[in-house]
């Protein structure tokens, strides 16, 4: 079997609520589409029920997806993937983490992780460019990204570029290696699914002093942000011609 043959493997750690999910999509249905990828191109483990993926030569590459969970909880399941996130970047696998999946590679790989000093970030940001990177190089400088968190990597790990920052969080991009990155803000989220999330939550978010009605104003498209998931494939992954 070549690099080709081999499936994207989608590391699923956590779904929102279900009456969100059922209205969106999961956070690796959301994951498998931003990086245009075909359902039988992709194989879905979701660590959080307890399920661990096959050894990181069985794949081509990796995502890792958000998840309501926290990194700083140490659960069983999310440790477990830690150490599979180092065996594979030791052997050199293409990842890319997104949210708790950026927060859970910087953990893995030495770095700090632990809730934003500046509190939560929701909604359509702009994203600085602090660094020269393939990645990229196509983006605006800014460009706007979708994002919802509370924590954050507070340290990235030894020999980190960071790549770009927000006015709440200094790490909103990382590489963490020739092909391992990350991203705090969402590349996958469309607008409308950020959006439901103030919503929803308008009473909790207004509780902690966000100004809710500004943010639904500016929720906005974030069309360069959504290349990223593809542009990554293209760069670092064999791939269809």
């Known amino acids: 079997m070549t690099a080709i043959d081999l499936p994207v493997l989608i590391i699923h750690t956590g779904d929102p609520e279900d009456a ?10 959301f994951v498998r589409r931003a990086a245009g990828l075909a359902p ?3 194989h879905v483990v979701p ?15 990796a995502f890792i997806t958000g998840s309501p969970a926290m990194v700083t ?3 069983p399941w999310s440790e477990q993937t830690a150490q599979w996130l180092r065996d594979a970047a030791a052997q050199g696998l293409p990842m890319f983490g997104i949210c708790y999946g950026h927060q859970l590679l910087a ?13 939560r970030e929701v909604g359509t940001q702009m994203i ?3 660094a020269q990177d393939p990645l990229l190089a196509d983006l605006p400088r800014p460009f706007s990204a979708q994002t ?47 959006l439901d999330n103030l919503e929803r939550n308008t009473v909790k978010y207004a509780a902690e002093n966000l100004d809710v009605a500004a943010l639904k104003r500016d ?13 990554f494939l293209e760069l670092h992954v064999a791939v269809a011609a």
């Open 40 to 42: 039988h191109d992709v």
């Open 219 to 231: 929720i906005r498209p974030t069309p360069e942000a959504a290349t990223l998931l593809r542009r």
């Open 148 to 194: 919802m968190h509370m924590q954050s990597v507070i340290q990235p790990p030894p020999g980190a570029i960071v790549l770009a920052s927000s006015d709440m969080d200094a790490h909103q991009m990382l590489r963490l290696g020739p092909t391992i990155v990350s991203t705090q803000f969402h590349p996958e989220f469309p607008p409308e699914f950020v």
């Open 107 to 119: 953990h893995a790989l030495g770095g700090e992780v632990g809730y934003n000093p500046a509190g």
């Open 20 to 29: 969100v999910k059922t209205a969106h999509d999961s956070y690796a249905g």
């Open 47 to 61: 660590v959080f029920l307890g399920e661990q993926p096959a050894e990181p030569a069985r794949y081509r590459a």
């Open 128 to 130: 600085q460019h602090l």
């Open 73 to 75: 909880d140490r659960a």
